[in-house]
């Protein structure tokens, strides 16, 4: 059976506006996985009990600990509804402070919790900021997955929201990603915490085409005084410690993360719900790698025990 890491469902009685009928049904989305062969979904929140509605992002970043705790709980009662069928992963704000990051530190000692979820970028941010030093701290400490997720609003969302809210959601996100994981890598970050398990989305977005535009990118531009030691790294090779999931039906993307990172980096990841539609095309399009093989990954990355 697969294992799906990247699915979204709200805990009873917490009804965002415009959220999609999907997300309240969570036995609809269980019988619809089982009869594709998926076993397992870990779920969460990008946005905690906000919403991912255009023009809600700032929104999302003003809940405190207290009620990002409260959502991440309900999580976790849903998960304990259908113990066979679901695990969560912790939402917090990554810039959020201390208290944020202890309440989720607490509910990884829950065994409905296997991972942690936070955007790629925060109020026009990316993680490559020295605020978010305190969270890979944690991350690195806990050693438990983080699923680097787009929110509500991603970088230039302005520039392109008068095209309709579907550019924001399947190009803006697939962007943020793209941009926000590239200047993470290029940060450093993977470096300073070796142990560090980071997953992004959304197939990784463009990530696969970019190793050798990376390394242009921070390689030293001759009569530039070099700050610092000389760099010992190359951000191409440290990207492919990324792990990719496969949300972005798109089988030539596929094939380069396949090519790029390698199938021990590939986990199985549907974004679904909500998008439910999607399933059997993207159960149809990863037919093309052995279901054991990413069933495996995915156990030993989130140590749920599953052998290929």
């Given at each position: 059976m697969l294992i799906?890491?990247?699915g979204?469902?709200?805990?009873p009685?917490?009804?965002?506006s415009?959220g999609?009928?999907?997300l309240h049904?969570p036995?609809?989305?269980i019988?619809?996985k089982?009869?594709?062969?998926?076993?397992?979904?870990?779920?969460?929140s990008?946005?905690?009990?906000?919403s991912?509605l255009?023009?809600?992002g700032a929104?999302n970043?003003r809940q405190?600990a207290?009620?990002?705790?409260?959502?991440n709980e309900?999580?976790?009662e849903?998960?304990?509804?259908h113990?066979a069928?679901?695990?969560?992963?912790a939402?917090l704000?990554?810039?959020?402070?201390?208290?944020?990051?202890?309440q989720?530190?607490?509910l990884?000692a829950e065994p409905?919790?296997v991972?942690?979820?936070?955007?790629?970028?925060?109020?026009?941010?990316?993680l490559s900021?020295?605020?978010?030093?305190?969270?890979f701290a944690?991350a690195a400490?806990?050693?438990?997955p983080?699923?680097?997720h787009p929110p509500?609003?991603?970088v230039?969302?302005?520039?392109?929201?008068?095209l309709?809210p579907?550019?924001?959601?399947?190009?803006?996100?697939?962007?943020?990603?793209?941009?926000g994981?590239?200047?993470?890598?290029?940060?450093g970050?993977?470096e300073r915490h070796p142990?560090l398990?980071l997953?992004a989305?959304?197939?990784g977005?463009?990530?696969?085409?970019?190793?050798?535009?990376?390394?242009?990118a921070?390689a030293p531009r001759?009569?530039?005084?070099?700050?610092?030691?000389a760099r010992?790294?190359?951000p191409?090779?440290?990207?492919?410690r990324l792990?990719v999931?496969?949300?972005?039906p798109?089988a030539?993307?596929?094939?380069?993360?396949?090519?790029?990172?390698?199938?021990?980096?590939l986990?199985?990841?549907t974004?679904?719900?909500?998008?439910m539609?999607?399933?059997?095309?993207?159960v149809e399009l990863?037919?093309?790698?052995?279901?054991g093989v990413?069933?495996?990954?995915?156990?030993?990355?989130?140590g749920?025990g599953?052998r290929?």
């Amino acid at each position: 059976m697969l294992i799906d890491v990247h699915g979204h469902l709200a805990p009873p009685g917490e009804r965002r506006s415009g959220g999609p009928p999907g997300l309240h049904d969570p036995e609809a989305m269980i019988e619809a996985k089982l009869a594709l062969g998926i076993g397992l979904t870990i779920i969460g929140s990008p946005v905690g009990a906000g919403s991912m509605l255009p023009g809600t992002g700032a929104a999302n970043y003003r809940q405190d600990a207290a009620t990002v705790r409260g959502h991440n709980e309900a999580l976790a009662e849903l998960a304990r509804r259908h113990p066979a069928h679901l695990r969560c992963y912790a939402y917090l704000d990554p810039f959020g402070g201390e208290a944020m990051l202890r309440q989720a530190a607490d509910l990884l000692a829950e065994p409905e919790f296997v991972g942690l979820i936070v955007n790629t970028s925060v109020e026009g941010r990316f993680l490559s900021s020295p605020g978010a030093d305190d969270f890979f701290a944690l991350a690195a400490e806990t050693g438990v997955p983080v699923l680097l997720h787009p929110p509500a609003e991603p970088v230039g969302t302005e520039a392109i929201l008068d095209l309709g809210p579907g550019l924001v959601e399947h190009l803006g996100r697939l962007n943020d990603v793209t941009m926000g994981v590239a200047a993470l890598v290029c940060s450093g970050r993977l470096e300073r915490h070796p142990g560090l398990q980071l997953i992004a989305p959304g197939g990784g977005g463009a990530l696969a085409l970019l190793p050798e535009k990376l390394d242009l990118a921070m390689a030293p531009r001759p009569g530039r005084r070099q700050d610092g030691p000389a760099r010992r790294w190359r951000p191409g090779d440290s990207m492919r410690r990324l792990f990719v999931d496969t949300s972005c039906p798109n089988a030539a993307q596929l094939r380069a993360n396949l090519e790029v990172f390698g199938p021990g980096q590939l986990l199985f990841g549907t974004d679904a719900p909500p998008l439910m539609s999607e399933l059997a095309r993207m159960v149809e399009l990863v037919s093309a790698v052995e279901e054991g093989v990413l069933a495996a990954n995915a156990g030993r990355v989130f140590g749920l025990g599953v052998r290929a």
